[in-house]
Every structure is written in C-alpha cells, then in structure tokens.
C-alpha cells in the first residue's frame, strides 16, 4: 500500500510586514502586532522540529511573515533544525534573493511561493502587495541553484473550475515540483464567510494529479473537514497538512485521521495515535545543540506533550 505522512508547517513567527492578503487573520490586526513579541522562541521551534522527527511527520517548511527575521536568526534556526532533523528543509518565509539563497542554500532543499490565487486579477485584489512576477523570478534563481519550488494555493477565494487550466499552466511553466492546496478557512473579520465544498477542492487536486502524475501534492485539512481525509487521498494527494496536530494526539480526532487515511487503501507513517512512550528528556540531552538551550527545549516539551 501506498504510503502517507502528516506533514507539519513550523512557524517561525506571528508577524508580516505585509498584513493586507484579504484572507489572513493578520489582515485583521493591522498596526497592532509588535514585531518584537511575535517571535517564537528557539526552543519551542526547535522541540517542535524534534516532535516532527520522534512522530515521524515530515516537516512542510519552515514558515514566516515577510520582514519578520533577520537573515542570520533564519540561518541559525535552519543549522539547529538541520542538526537536530539530519534534512535539510524547505522555507515559506516570502520572497527570496540571490544572495538569500546562496546563504540558505546548504540547508535548504527549496523555496514555496505564496501564490495563493492564480486568478490573476481576483489575486492582484486579494494579494496586493504580493506580485505573482515578484515569486516567478525567485522561482528562476532557485534554478541557478539547483533548488526546488514549492507553491502554495487556496481554494475558495473566488476562483473557478475554469481557473483550472492556469494552475496547470503555471506548474509546467515553471517547473513547480511541489504544490500545498488549502481549502479556506474563513478568519473572523474577513471578507470571507465559508470554505469550499470537499467536491469542489477535491476537484483541483484529481485535475492536478491527472495532468501531472509525479508532481508532490500536498493537501490542508482541519479539524471540522477530516471526513474528507479519504476523498483528497484518492483524488491525488500524497500526504496531508494543515491540522492542528499536537493539539489533538491521542485523541478521538486522531483516531478519525487514522481511519480516513487507512480507509484510503494507504498505511499511516506518521504516529497520532496509540504513541509509544518516549523519554523526551534524554532525546533531547542527544541532539549537538547548543547546551543552554536545553533545558528550555524541556520545558516546552512538556507543554507540547502533555496529551502523550
């Protein structure tokens, strides 16, 4: 049987200098978030990373707001992850240079873009501060690099079924080796009131699949949509994303990811359910980082694991 994993999005931070994609929650808290404060720690990211290896979930990128780190505190973060994960990942953290890549570049397998919309003038309203030729020329070094592109999309912003063919097209175009769709999830104080039908997002992913068999794809879903689970992975999808993971280990939430991707024909790599008990104490007295930061990465954890 086919295999699947949870693949699960690190944030690096709760800020963008952005802030006006019409459908994120900090579109909403404009001029209200400090900077600052929106940092998370080293040791929460990186128990978080060491969780993603025990659990065996595969790491969907490294995630951020534009202009939220510095490049020095992403490349520090980058080593320690790679030390503690032995993989080098992939980042979401906006628009990239030359000189950003080559400066990741040891530690990185790629890049996404936030495309978000590939309706071109529904997304110049929803993104505007997000140009599409601003990503497609990011995706042009990382071919001088030999690196990867990723993209992101979201279903349910106002696209059709005959936006379609465009997804297509811009994944030939440019040689996307990976693609994340997300069914929307309304934020409160959006212009957006409900997600899309599972029919209708199932309905991008089989399109997709069907036009480009070895293409990654990944698929969100949520705590409220995992009956839909079953229907992305026959429609396509490799692995799955999205859910609050840690929040619902060991619970009847899990239990249902579980089943979804079992009734799918597939074998569940990834541990949700029924965990073996793991010393997290002494996995993390191994890792070769910094010792300082040890017993902090302790203290999280035990946040992190409590359901365990």
């Known amino acids: 049987m086919k295999k699947v994993f949870f693949e699960r999005a690190i944030f690096l931070n709760w800020y963008c200098s952005k802030q ?32 993603c290896k025990k659990l065996n979930w595969k790491i969907e990128f490294l995630s951020g707001g534009y202009d939220a780190l510095l490049k020095e505190e992403i490349l520090d973060i980058l080593k320690n992850i790679y030390s503690i994960t032995k993989e080098k990942q992939w ?35 929803l993104c505007p501060s997000k140009p599409l030729n601003e990503i497609t020329e990011m ?31 811009f994944i030939k175009k440019y040689f996307v080796n990976r693609v994340t769709f997300y069914a929307l999830k309304p934020q409160e104080g959006t212009i957006f009131k ?44 490799d692995n799955i994303t999205k859910l609050p993971a840690i929040k619902i280990l060991n619970s009847k939430k899990a239990k249902e990811l579980v089943f979804q991707v079992e009734s799918a024909n597939r074998t569940f790599e990834s541990k949700f359910y029924n965990i073996p008990k793991i010393d997290w104490n002494n996995e993390i007295d191994k890792l070769f980082i910094d010792e300082n930061l040890k017993d902090d990465i302790k203290k999280k954890m035990q946040y992190y694991t409590k359901s365990l």
């Open 20 to 51: 006006d994609c019409a459908f994120c929650y900090m579109s909403t808290l404009k001029g209200k978030v400090d900077k600052d404060k929106s940092r998370r720690t080293r040791a929460s990211i990186f128990a978080e990373a060491l969780i």
């Open 194 to 237: 409900k997600g899309p039908t599972t029919k209708y997002y199932v309905e991008w992913i089989k399109r997709t699949r069907v036009a480009f068999p070895k293409l990654q794809i990944i698929a969100g879903t949520w705590s409220n949509r995992l009956g839909e689970v079953k229907d992305l992975l026959l429609s396509g999808a």
């Open 91 to 125: 980042l979401n953290i906006g628009v990239l240079t030359k000189e950003d890549l080559l400066l990741f570049e040891p530690y990185i397998k790629g890049v996404a873009g936030t495309v978000e919309c590939i309706n071109s003038s529904l997304r110049e309203k």
């Open 139 to 169: 995706f042009k070094i990382c071919d001088e690099f030999g690196l990867q592109k990723a993209m992101t999309i979201i279903i349910g912003l106002g696209e059709t079924k005959n936006d379609i063919p465009k997804l297509l097209d």
